[in-house]
T-cell receptor
Framework: GAVVSQHPSWVICKSGTSVKIECRSL??????MFWYRQFPKQSLMLMAT?????????EQGVEKDKFLINHASLTLSTLTVTSAHPEDSSFYIC????????????FGPGTRLTVT | KQEVTQIPAALSVPEGENLVLNCSFT??????LQWFRQDPGKGLTSLLL?????REQTSGRLNASLDKSSGRSTLYIAASQPGDSATYLC??????????FGTGTKLQVIP
């Protein structure tokens, strides 16, 4: 149980376009989902925290207008990278906390984004 | 602000050796600490989760300890195997559900 999926697993897009990444909790309801970014040879950095039905809370230094997060249901959160640039190329990982076990986080497999 | 450091940054050992990975954190007010492994270009695999009230957790050849007061955790891997080669990350969960990841230890087990 407690499986989190991400789609796509990898994506290549051209500079200036937007790309959407989905994060789904497959067998539990997640009131809170988190988005992380990992640059090469660096650790994961929290980008934002999203609660179902409300606006996401972004970490300092993360552009809200560039990284749009929507958490419309208890099983789905999306991250849209708008007007992507090569420096946005990174590994994006989401995690989800179950409704009844908020102290736990289950991580998705990640999405590798390459912007050319 | 929580800071999590892992030492060493990289480690290379011959197969069969027992080894210890270290994780230190600056703010001892944590809810739990979790160890993950990450294979190149892939996501995270959770290994062990230690709640703040616990001192250690074991799973197979892995044993993780937590000393909250001193801000340290260790991951002990017994009888290492080439398949253990990966980057190991520790992550500390503090207030407001925030998780701070360590810098990682890249482990290579040589056959």
């Amino acid at each position: 149980g407690a499986v989190v999926s991400q789609h796509p697993s990898w994506v290549i897009c051209k500079s200036g376009t937007s790309v959407k990444i989905e994060c789904r909790s497959l067998d539990f309801q997640a009131t809170t989902m988190f988005w992380y970014r990992q640059f090469p040879k660096q650790s994961l950095m929290l980008m934002a925290t999203s609660n179902e039905g409300s606006k996401a809370t972004y970490e300092q230094g993360v552009e809200k207008d560039k990284f749009l997060i929507n958490h419309a249901s208890l099983t789905l959160s999306t991250l849209t990278v708008t007007s992507a640039h090569p420096e946005d190329s990174s590994f994006y990982i989401c995690s989800a906390s179950p409704r009844d076990r908020a102290y736990e986080q289950y991580f998705g497999p990640g999405t590798r984004l390459t912007v050319t | 602000k929580q800071e999590v450091t892992q030492i060493p940054a990289a480690l290379s050992v011959p197969e069969g050796e027992n080894l210890v990975l270290n994780c230190s954190f600056t703010d001892s007010a944590i809810y739990n600490l979790q160890w993950f492994r990450q294979d190149p270009g892939k996501g995270l695999t959770s290994l062990l989760l230690i709640q703040s009230s616990q001192r250690e957790q074991t799973s197979g050849r892995l044993n993780a300890s937590l000393d909250k007061s001193s801000g340290r955790s260790t991951l002990y891997i017994a009888a290492s195997q080439p398949g253990d080669s990966a980057t190991y990350l520790c992550a500390v969960r503090g207030g407001y559900q925030k998780v701070t990841f360590g810098t990682g230890t890249k482990l290579q087990v040589i056959p």
